[in-house]
């Protein structure tokens, strides 16, 4: 089987789990024998009329354990599209970069202003990401595949113009929402790109049963075409510890992801501030870059425990890896959270977790301990808990152990072929 696949992050240019997934998902996949096309925005290819721009994607490595480098590079191959849609964008964003791009062009071309357009790219997020579609539509009637498979907004429109192309069933893979990313303030033009998409879908592909009811009651989407398929771990990353030694005292508690209204960060700073208040030797470290991030930094001043929280900015590859080695216990306070990988890597790294409830991945581990997001206090008590009594670390990590064997990409890659062949009978 042959898929063509859009998404809008793949390593090693990545900016969170989505491109984690991505990556592990299609590997599984082609491990089952399925052939993936994959479809991504950079910036930076020369421009056509069209607008795209197909190249092969040379940085890509293949993991460790492929058959062999050939095989995963042909079955996996990469289409760039010129773009500079960019991973979690709001409108605003969207501007800043859009004006360095085309600030990086005019001195390119000799220009002395960049009042007036110089690159091919959409004037705001929106109508960037329909011109990413109109690639779809290229890209659609030159490959050959037997299935579309898009994720997360940015691509629905992509997909739903090359189901129109080639005649070929859609799924539409939901990792998150509008209303995971903005509460009850969501974007009215994402929302509508959402329902249209998941309307449009043969098949609808959620990461947890907290997605796949937000879905039904948010979206009314026909129940019938929607399926919850989890996120998993990568299996060869189990018992691939980095081995750094710990603190010999004191104990360190990471939190790690976007510093967003979606991840929960405020309350973790409040929950670390009364462990504080109790085991003073205890060291916070977020990690991680978003638009809270300097309302954080002035609440650890005005809570004065600056001493005690530390913030290292955005981590990739072998830092977060590091991070994870260093760490005593992990914390995702996430408000809304359709699944979340980083429980699952901390506990690779024999980690605890503390998991909200408002996060898919509380779906698959029994044995973590839960905590609503907004109950600070019951945060800070289980916080203290682990890190008081080891006993409790170590049950948590012996079950957690059991637990990773079971939570697997080649589980994963089975299900979604099983949707593929749904289709295809």
């Known amino acids: 089987m042959r898929v063509l696949m859009f998404g809008w992050e793949f390593p090693p240019h990545i900016s969170g789990g989505l491109g984690t997934a991505c990556y592990e998902m299609t590997l599984a996949l082609v491990h089952h024998g399925t052939e993936v096309i994959f479809v991504i925005p950079r910036a930076g290819g020369p421009a056509r009329k069209s607008h795209v721009e197909l190249v092969a994607a040379a ?10 480098i050939e095989e995963f590079l042909n079955r996996l191959n990469i289409r760039a599209v010129d773009s500079i849609l960019r991973p979690y964008l709001t409108d605003t964003d969207y501007q800043h970069v859009l004006i360095e791009t085309e600030a990086i062009i005019a001195r390119r071309l000799g220009a002395h202003s960049i009042l007036e357009p110089v690159g091919p790219y959409g004037r705001n997020l929106i109508a ?18 037997d299935v579309i498979h898009v994720h997360d907004w ?3 429109l992509a997909g739903i113009r090359a189901k129109r192309i080639s005649g070929k069933p ?12 903005s509460g009850e303030k969501v ?4 929302f509508a790109i959402e329902k249209l998409g998941m309307e449009a879908a043969d098949h609808v592909i959620a990461v947890s049963h907290y997605t796949r009811n937000l879905i039904l009651e948010q979206y009314g989407i026909d129940p019938e075409k929607v399926v919850v398929v989890h996120n998993a771990v990568s299996k060869r990353n189990i018992g691939k510890v980095y081995h750094v030694p710990r603190r010999k005292t004191g104990k360190t508690v990471l939190f790690l992801g976007r510093i967003t209204f979606q991840k929960g960060p405020d309350y973790f700073v409040e929950a670390a501030a009364k462990v504080l ?3 003073p030797d205890v060291t916070f470290v977020m990690a991680g870059a978003g638009d809270m991030l300097p309302r954080l930094i002035e609440r650890v001043g005005q809570l004065r425990i600056g001493k005690s929280f530390h913030f290292t900015g955005f981590l990739k590859g072998p830092e977060v890896e590091r991070m994870y080695a260093m760490s005593d216990l992990y914390v995702m306070p996430s408000v809304s959270e359709p699944f ?3 429980p699952l890597e901390a506990m690779v790294y024999d980690v605890p977790v503390i998991v909200s409830r408002n996060a898919g991945v509380s779906e698959v581990l029994s044995h973590a301990l839960k905590v609503d997001f907004w109950d600070v206090e019951d945060m800070a008590s289980k916080i203290l808990a682990v890190l008081r009594y080891p006993v409790l670390s170590r049950e948590m990590l012996r079950n957690g152990r059991k637990e990773l064997k079971a939570i697997r990409w080649e589980v994963t890659a089975e299900r979604i072929i099983g949707v593929y062949n749904r289709l295809q009978a």
């Open 277 to 279: 208040e109790i085991m």
């Open 128 to 145: 960037e990401v329909a011109r990413y579609s109109e690639a779809a539509e290229a890209i659609a009637r030159r490959e050959t595949f």
């Open 170 to 181: 859609l799924v539409v893979h939901v990792h998150a929402l509008e209303f995971d990313r």
């Open 154 to 156: 940015m691509t629905f």
């Open 340 to 342: 979340g990988i980083s």
């Open 59 to 68: 940085p890509l490595a293949p993991a460790p354990d492929a058959d062999s």
């Open 187 to 190: 974007n009215p033009d994402i």
